[in-house]
């Protein structure tokens, strides 16, 4: 039964202009605590730029974003201190250890007895015994994972998520969905940008699909399948 | 505000321990146009004592570039700046984070060109090494401010290696004619006491283009 | 409308002006003939800067609104700007060949009136170097506000810096010795020069707006995807 969840992001018809062209025209969006949203939508269609405009990194060119009701554009630092993310690039200093990338990080953050989680943290994604190696021989798989150790140091509630699965093996994926229903529990929020529909389907609560600049969301009742996505996706 | 600050500076001061060839570059760029000025000059001991304050100048431009160019090249690399930006942290911070790194690192240049240009050029140089470094620093605040802002502008840009100079030197002009006009003063003997009208003029060319850097930097910043 | 009005008065003012500058205005004893090349020379200067205060206001109003129109007014007032700063380089040189005997010469005015310009025509080159957008419109702001802010300090240092190598007596002299013929003359051509800086401005910020709306109906053309 769907019940009544606190409302943490609200987007009320946000636009934005790149260049001469209007990437988004009207996007409306509601998050709610302990609710993953499933954003779909074909290539070039904004969703990235959206993420970019929540976390505030872009100005939007119309419209609103609210965090916890409070407008962001007027009080950006209250979303940035609850917000966690992973985009396409690995977002690390290639020259630093995965450690003290964390360290400088959490520092910024202020994040209490940062060394204990740093260490609990790299345990649990495994990258503990890469820690004192510069992040710049990384592979792809181990970014990522050094991405989701970040977010388990910083304890964030909001994520924003853009392709997080790409060059994550099996048990990562497997790994990483786990963290995100236990982010869920939690109370966090989540917003997901993936092509991988398959891996999480199960763990969304809402859909929204961009198309041409334009997207809002709706709930995932009991009875829609994973074939009723596609299906819907593919009428677009 | 100033532990982010600290924290930005201390990152950026390991990144260029870590590549040092960012240092080397520069510091070798620094020689060459130094070589590259004894080439061009008369060879006497005279015109040399005349040429020393503009070419020390030019030579602190021109190797400044560099250090600009590379301070946000380091942000840009695997979008970083990103990270930076979604921090709870005042652009403010980073921006100040970003000039202190760039001064400092100037600075240790200076360091290193002070010598080697009394070698070269005026002997009477390395008498004056203290005064010649604390001029070093207040040119380098100004230098760094306007210039850690403007390569925050430029980083992203197409030719953005041309563009930095041609929008930074014709700003920079008031800094560089007290700088070689204050030099003068130290190499006569004088100190700073000889171009006090100058030392002002230098010092207020700092504080005006260190607030509206700060300030404005919130705009140069977002993405 | 307006721009016709503006159209016609600096057209008509611009042709008096000249009429009077040749039949009416004495010609300076000193000086001689070569003095009336000052009626577009001083008047270019005032509206340079007149031009460049107008696309600082705009600057600071685009950063702290953030509406179009005020990027849009302060990329054209600089452009004009920088014409007028152009023409005041060039005429200046004009005149100071039979005056001082050298087309250039590093009299303070003359060299912060070279930085003013060289500051300027990298504004329009970052403009050039970037795409058209709202990060465009923030950075030319950007350098606007502060480069226009430098010119204070440019004077300064630049004056200094002259008036230690050579006393300037050229030009002490200059300013003192102007007769009111002369400077009613000065003054009417200001106002016809200023009918056509609006009249510039308005046909060039029309043409911006349209030529920005063109290429937005343009660029947002329902497309058949694949």
Redesign the interface.
Known sequence: MPQTKTQVLKIDKLSKDFGYRQVLKGVDMDLAAGELTLLLGKNGAGKSTLMKIISGLVLPSGGKISFKGQDTKKNPQNLRKSLGMISHQTMFYGDLTAEENLLFFSKLKKVSSPREKIEGALHRTGLRKFAQIPVKTFSSGMNKRLNIAKLMVMDPELLLLDEPYTGLDYDSIEFFNDYLAEFKKKGGTVLLITHQIDISFELCDKIAIMQNGVAASHMKTASYTYDDLIEEYQKR | MLSEIWTIFIKDLRLDLRRMENFFSMFFFSVIILLVFAFAMPADKDSHIIFAPGTFWVTFLLSGILSLNKSFQLEKENACMESLLISPISRGSIFLGKLFGNIIFIMIIQCLIIPLFSLFFYSGFLDHFFSLMLLSVISAVGFSSLGTLLSGLTTDLRFKEILLPILLFPLLIPLLLASVRIMQGILIGEGFSGELDWLKLLIGFDLIFLIISYLIFDFVAEM | MLNKILGIASIISIALVGYLVFFWAPIESSMGIVQKIMYIHVPSIWLTFLALFIAFLCSIGY?WK?AEIYDVVALCMVEIGVIFCGITLITGSIWAKPTWNTYWTWDARLTTTL?LF??FV?YL??RK???????QA??A???G???F??VP??H???T??RT?HQPSTVFSTKKNVIDTPLLVMLLLSLLAFSFLLAFIASKRIELELKS?KF??Q???LPQD?H
């Open positions: 950063l953030r930085i060289l500051i990298g080159l970052l170097f970037m795409d058209y957008g709202e990060q923030r950075f702001a950007v350098v506000i502060i480069g802010l430098d300090l440019i300064q240092s630049v200094w810096w230690l920005r290429q937005k343009i660029a947002n995807h």
